[in-house]
């Protein structure tokens, strides 16, 4: 990067910033300054699940802020009231009468059930994912498994990671024995994502979220599910953990797709038993922008923006033709795919590449005005498109990274 900006570009050291001059876009594709039309195959950074330049959005989120533009946490209005009530309206059996906490996006949603859990069981520990990503806060990064975590150590006290879902064969999960190790009264509550997403899309097998669920009922832990990245349809449900039949968070994370990118908020979705207990305790808890109206009346117009255009169930009905492209992906570049996986609108394709390899793939894509999420660290190519991309639009998209795996293994 050879221009100077007058503020940071994040993840990176400045001088290797890659800025992208955005002007606007629709559907599937957006624009930038130089004329340029991005298929986007990454929905930005996972939240925007509604595509781009979508209508209703832009008209809703202008409409309340004539309204309605600024108020005070302690507000009530009725878009407020109205978007807690449809998001514990999703959520399972036991939500309806709990409460909805509201944050500015998913790094501070997971942040705040870090308190909740505390304040609720009166203990500290927190058990996570070595190959997880929970957020950019504090606590959040200190939950997660990934290279953003080791930089800003030593983070929140109390945090144990386990090595679920790795490469090497073992226990369904490692969960249980580590909470049986901790012994009574040990653990404050377990941090899953759903699905794992820019760690490399694992998908958890059948009877994980099961297993765990047991498991802290047995020992008096929350179990808290991280819907950052993968819900509001990114999987072919409202919420990815609804694949693992009759599990049951006591909390449930959300940001990104809540508002399809449009607005800026997150939140938590706390059970009823666990919210009963703030009826007498203090929440200590609160943000200045907590449920701010732009923010609500976007997720509130997104939420029925993915009902009225069917987006869940076409992420689900799509999936069948993502996994089989990229199967034929993996059998054309044998050499460099070594697996590709997915769930819904959300895949990964699992490279054996160098460095110089890597950089190949990320600059035939660039030249091709393809995004999708490169991650090296991850050792996959991350596909995670608008709900509302077409059949035509994923094949090109799937053709320009077959001509980026032929560049790159060169």
């Known amino acids: 990067m ?3 900006y007058p503020f940071f570009f994040t993840w990176t050291a400045q001088e290797r910033a890659k800025p992208v001059h955005l002007t606007g876009g629709e559907g599937a594709w957006f624009t930038t300054s130089d004329g340029g039309r991005w298929l986007d195959l990454g ?3 996972y939240q925007v699940n509604l595509g781009h330049g979508h209508r209703r959005m832009i008209e809703a989120v202008r409409a309340q802020a004539e309204r309605l533009c600024v108020a005070v946490p302690g507000a009530v209005y009725p878009e407020k009231v109205e978007l807690a009530e449809r998001l514990l309206a999703l959520a399972p059996e036991g939500f309806r009468r709990g409460k909805v906490f509201f944050t500015l996006g998913g790094s501070d949603a997971n942040e705040n059930a870090i308190k909740i859990a505390r304040l609720f069981t009166g203990r500290y520990k927190l058990i996570s994912r070595y190959r997880s990503y929970h957020g950019a806060t504090m606590g959040a990064v200190t939950l997660s498994g990934d290279w953003r975590r ?11 990671h386990v090595d679920d879902l790795g490469p090497d064969p073992g226990p369904l999960t490692h969960i249980p024995r580590v909470l049986d190790l901790e012994g009574p009264g040990g653990v404050a509550a377990v941090f899953l994502e759903s699905v794992v997403g820019g760690n490399g899309v694992l998908v958890p097998p059948r009877g994980y979220l099961q297993r765990v669920r047991q498991a802290c009922d047995a020992h008096g832990t929350l179990l808290v599910m991280d819907e950052v990245l993968s819900g509001f349809g990114r999987t072919g449900k409202w919420f990815a953990f609804e694949h693992q039949e009759g599990v049951v ?3 449930i994370t959300v940001g990104k797709a809540l508002t399809g990118g449009y607005g800026t908020l997150g939140a938590v979705l706390v059970h009823e038993r666990v919210a009963a207990h703030f009826d007498r305790h203090p929440l200590v808890a609160g943000l200045t922008h907590y449920g701010h109206p732009l923010g609500v009346a976007a997720a509130l117009e997104a939420l029925r923006v993915y009902e009225d255009e069917r987006l869940i169930d076409r992420a689900a009905a799509v999936e069948p033709l993502l996994l089989h492209a990229l199967r034929q992906l993996q059998e054309k570049h044998v050499s460099v795919v070594t697996g590709t996986r997915g769930v819904g609108l959300l895949a990964a394709v699992e490279l054996d590449l160098d460095e110089p390899g890597w950089n190949r793939l990320a600059g ?14 991850a050792r996959a190519l991350i596909l995670s498109p608008p709900l509302c991309i077409s059949e035509d639009e994923l094949h090109h998209g799937i053709e320009a990274i077959d001509q980026a795996l032929a560049e790159a293994s060169t």
């Open 364 to 377: 035939a894509l660039r030249r091709r005005r393809v995004h999708a999420h490169v991650q090296p660290r």
């Open 249 to 251: 968070p006591d909390m």
């Open 43 to 45: 929905a930005l950074i």
């Open 2 to 4: 050879t221009e100077r």
């Open 150 to 160: 080791p930089p800003v150590e030593p983070g929140l006290v109390g945090v144990v």
